[in-house]
């Protein structure tokens, strides 16, 4: 843990978290059930995506307000959702509310939700990531919480984005990996936090599991941000047919009992890994594990 870090990245050097889509099953008046929850059972951390559903400063808000303890962050806030100025200002405001708790993640997206979804023009992810962060930096804000450090981190994946985290962000949020990538990203970050997602389908049979991990990678596996990630880790086109080969699996979706789970949460960890969130794999995205977390629990926050 670096002292230089911001308050909430101290609290968060390592404990595990959890990723999930999971609030946005719930009705609004509802979603904070999910950080109250994951609260109680004592991960350090709550993760979620912005896609198709809710705007993640709005979630935020509706996770932070719910709990008490729990960090919340976005994995993550689209920039092609709302200018610099804008997301700096936000990040701010929920940060000084809730008694440093929240954490802003940042990435570029993909080209489908960045030009279909978005009707912007998905161009140079780096560049704009970079100007993104230039235009965060420098932003004026004459509100109480203008001088209260808060946290921001950035998807990367390979060595040009790490760069860049390392020169303008806090930290990085890889997502998709493996801990071999972790490695990677310790020596090109430095001291900068790490925080890795790591999808989990707890017990099942082995059908069962790759029913859901296949399922879990049908989109990712046709992204090109995602395939040239994986190319660097040493698959190939063979690893890239719809919803990804066993063998892409296995790297990416931990199978087995709670055990096996802590097992790949060291890895991460031996590997530089500050902190772990999990995305458990239930039988639908319907469905909130809540059983599953409640077995982890206890087991990864011993």
């Given at each position: 843990?670096?002292?230089?870090?911001?308050?909430?990245?101290?609290?968060?050097?390592?404990?595990?978290?959890?990723?999930s889509?999971?609030?946005?099953?719930?009705?609004?008046?509802?979603?904070?059930?999910?950080?109250?929850?994951?609260?109680?059972?004592?991960?350090?951390?709550f993760?979620?995506?912005?896609?198709?559903?809710r705007?993640?400063?709005?979630?935020?808000?509706?996770?932070?307000?719910?709990?008490?303890?729990?960090?919340?962050?976005?994995?993550?806030?689209?920039?092609w959702?709302?200018?610099?100025?804008?997301?700096?200002?936000?990040?701010?405001?929920?940060?000084?509310?809730?008694?440093?708790?929240?954490v802003?993640?940042?990435?570029v997206?993909?080209?489908?939700?960045?030009?279909?979804?978005?009707?912007?023009d998905?161009?140079?992810?780096?560049?704009?990531?970079?100007?993104?962060?230039?235009?965060?930096?420098?932003?004026?804000?004459?509100?109480?919480?203008?001088?209260?450090?808060?946290?921001?981190?950035?998807?990367?994946?390979?060595?040009?984005?790490?760069?860049?985290?390392?020169?303008?962000?806090?930290?990085?949020?890889?997502?998709?990996?493996?801990?071999e990538?972790?490695?990677?990203?310790?020596?090109?970050?430095?001291?900068?936090?790490?925080?890795?997602?790591?999808?989990?389908?707890?017990?099942?049979?082995?059908?069962?599991y790759?029913?859901?991990?296949?399922?879990?990678?049908?989109?990712?596996?046709?992204?090109?941000?995602?395939?040239?990630?994986?190319?660097?880790?040493?698959?190939?086109e063979?690893?890239?047919?719809?919803?990804?080969?066993?063998?892409?699996?296995?790297?990416m979706?931990?199978h087995?009992?709670?055990?096996?789970v802590?097992?790949?949460?060291?890895?991460?960890?031996?590997?530089?890994a500050?902190?772990?969130?999990?995305?458990?794999?239930?039988?639908?995205?319907?469905?909130?594990?809540?059983?599953?977390?409640?077995?982890?629990?206890?087991?990864?926050?011993?």
């Open positions: 843990m670096s002292t230089s870090w911001p308050s909430s990245l101290q609290r968060l050097d390592g404990t595990v978290g959890i990723w889509f999971a609030s946005e099953a719930l009705a609004p008046a509802r979603a904070g059930e999910i950080s109250q929850e994951l609260e109680s059972l004592g991960f350090g951390a993760w979620f995506p912005e896609a198709w559903g705007e993640a400063f709005t979630n935020a808000g509706l996770q932070l307000s719910a709990s008490s303890n729990i960090i919340v962050g976005t994995s993550i806030a689209n920039i959702g709302r200018d610099a100025i804008a997301s700096t200002a936000a990040a701010k405001t929920l940060n000084a509310a809730y008694d440093d708790r929240f802003l993640g940042l990435g997206s993909h080209q489908p939700l960045v030009n279909g979804l978005r009707g912007h998905y161009q140079s992810p780096l560049n704009a990531m970079r100007s993104y962060l230039e235009a965060m930096n420098a932003a004026t804000s004459f509100a109480p919480e203008a001088k209260q450090p808060y946290a921001k981190l950035i998807a990367a994946l390979g060595p040009k984005m790490l760069e860049l985290a390392a020169q303008l962000a806090d930290g990085v949020l890889p997502y998709l990996v493996t801990p990538h972790t490695a990677i990203a310790r020596a090109a970050v430095g001291d900068k936090f790490i925080g890795v997602e790591q999808a989990v389908v707890l017990g099942q049979t082995r059908e069962e790759l029913r859901r991990a296949h399922d879990h990678l049908a989109t990712y596996s046709g992204l090109p941000n995602y395939r040239n990630s994986w190319k660097r880790l040493g698959f190939d063979s690893d890239f047919v719809r919803g990804g080969s066993e063998r892409l699996c296995e790297a979706v931990v087995g009992d709670e055990a096996a802590l097992a790949r949460i060291n890895e991460h960890r031996q590997a530089g500050n902190h772990v969130c999990l995305q458990v794999l239930g039988s639908d995205l319907s469905k909130i594990p809540y059983d599953d977390w409640r077995a982890l629990g206890p087991v990864v926050n011993a």
